[in-house]
Each structure stands twice: as C-alpha cells, then as structure tokens.
C-alpha cells in the first residue's frame, strides 16, 4: 500500500558529500516519522536518523555534526545531508517510514560508498 523510493546514492571520496531523498506515496497525515538506517556488509542494521512529522530529530551518535535530516511534509520526502563522509559511512541506506495505525515501511535501499 504505502512505497518508498530511495534517491541520491552514489560514491563519493572520503570527505565529500551526498544527498539521499526518500518519497514516500503516502498521505502526510498518516506518517508520523521517516527517516534513513544503513547496513554495512556483514553487518547489522543501524538506525542513521530519523524525523517526526512536528521536526523532533534522533541521530546515531556516529553521524552527529555531520548529517542532518530534513523532512518536507507537503511532499512526503525526507532528506539526509551527508557531509565530511568516510569510509565508514559505506553502507545501503534504506528510507522509513512509520503510519500511524499501519507500522513500518522500507525502501529498496541506495548504496553509499566511501573508498578507503
């Protein structure tokens, strides 16, 4: 019922930025929070950042100071400024988004890779 589509990852250089973006074809009312985890290869999922529809923000404190999530309600996209990126970030980046009375929702994930 409710997809997410994943856009902006690519490979950039160690301290170098992207822009991932995330729409979401849902109804602006129903989404209470969207926001970005990563996996790294053989590694567990891990929550990057996430936004409530009312602009609270929660980050990893891995990515503090260098990440910043934005939402834009009107359009259902979230956005993840990712600056001074390193080898560390790589990783597939998957959008979420929770609906209210509905759960979680996933992207396909987008691949960021930061060469070493």
């Known amino acids: 019922q409710v997809q997410l589509v994943e856009s902006g990852g690519g490979l950039v250089q160690a301290g170098g930025s992207l822009r991932l973006s995330c729409a979401a074809s849902?109804?602006?009312?129903?989404?209470?929070?969207m926001g970005w985890y990563r996996q790294a290869p053989g590694k567990q999922r891990e929550l990057v950042a996430t936004?409530?529809?009312?602009?609270?923000?929660n980050y990893a404190n891995s990515v503090k100071g260098r990440f910043t999530i934005s939402r834009d309600n009107a359009k259902n996209t979230v956005y993840l400024q990712m600056n001074s990126l390193n080898p560390e970030d790589t990783a597939v980046y998957y959008c979420?988004?929770?609906?209210?009375?509905?759960?979680?929702?996933w992207g396909q994930g987008t691949q960021v890779t930061v060469p070493s």
């Open positions: 979420y988004a929770n609906l209210f009375l509905r759960g979680d929702y």
């Open positions: 849902a109804n602006t009312v129903s989404i209470t929070a």
């Open positions: 936004i409530t529809t009312g602009g609270s923000t």
